[in-house]
């Protein structure tokens, strides 16, 4: 089983990116899935999750800039960044969980600067 992330890279203040999340199966057996984001020097934290169901969380200092979505026929989850701020450079990692396990996907890089 794999979360494979993609769509980092670098981009302006006030720009936008959307980041991907394939898993190898299909991800209705992972009723909760999040991305998370990691700075040098400091502790992962979460950034925004999503429920089968469709149903968000997002930490505050995202709200209104990011939006996570799932696509459960593609197996696939995202995460539109727009308005991005230097603060938001870090590495992003996807996670799957379900009642048994949690699964992270390797990283991909988003740096914010001019």
């Known amino acids: 089983v794999q979360l494979q992330a993609s769509g980092g890279g670098l981009v302006q203040p006030g720009g936008s990116l959307r980041l991907s999340c394939v898993a190898s199966?299909?991800?209705?057996?992972?009723?909760?899935m999040g991305w998370y984001r990691q700075a040098p020097g400091t502790e992962r934290e979460l950034v925004a999750t999503?429920?089968?169901?469709?149903?968000?969380y997002y930490r505050e200092s995202v709200k209104g800039r990011f939006t996570i979505s799932r696509d459960n026929a593609k197996n696939t989850v995202y995460l539109a960044m727009n308005s991005l701020k230097p603060e938001d450079t870090a590495v992003y990692y996807c996670?799957?969980?379900?009642?048994?396990?949690?699964?992270w996907g390797q990283g991909t890089q988003v740096t914010v600067s001019s």
């Open positions: 996670k799957g969980t379900n009642i048994n396990y949690s699964m």
């Open positions: 999503i429920t089968t169901g469709g149903s968000a």
């Open positions: 199966i299909s991800i209705f057996s992972f009723p909760d």
